[in-house]
């Protein structure tokens, strides 16, 4: 499945400025989140030209909890500057998930 943001409110900022998105969902058929690509649109940053991102997250099942959990998330970051052009990459790996219960009260 795509998408891409077309109303005003943009999920994604950069310095407080709308960035607005499009990206892709891998969904198989029994509806699962397996992977999701979000692509941040280039947005200007303030005396340093213009920005971009691209986050990526994997999802893996895990029996233990019966669910898919992300498994990974890469982020690019691209600044195009007037003349060069500098990447900033990250990786994050995810693991040894906890279930926590919560209990709360309604107090009248």
């Known amino acids: 499945m795509r998408f891409r943001e077309t109303a005003r409110g943009a999920v994604l900022q950069v310095n407080g400025a ?12 029994d509806g699962s989140v397996i992977k999701t690509l979000i692509l941040a649109q280039p947005v200007d940053v303030a005396g340093r030209g213009r920005a971009r991102a691209t986050i990526t997250v ?6 233990r909890f019966e669910v898919w959990l992300p498994a990974t998330m890469s982020e690019l970051y691209e600044s195009l500057g007037a ?7 990250a990786t994050a790996r995810y693991s040894e998930y906890q279930q926590f219960q919560v209990g709360s009260i309604i107090v009248w």
């Open 58 to 63: 994997d999802y893996e099942y895990s029996r």
């Open 18 to 29: 709308p960035a607005p998105s499009s990206g892709r969902i891998w969904l198989p058929p």
């Open 83 to 89: 003349s060069d052009t500098e990447f900033v990459s």
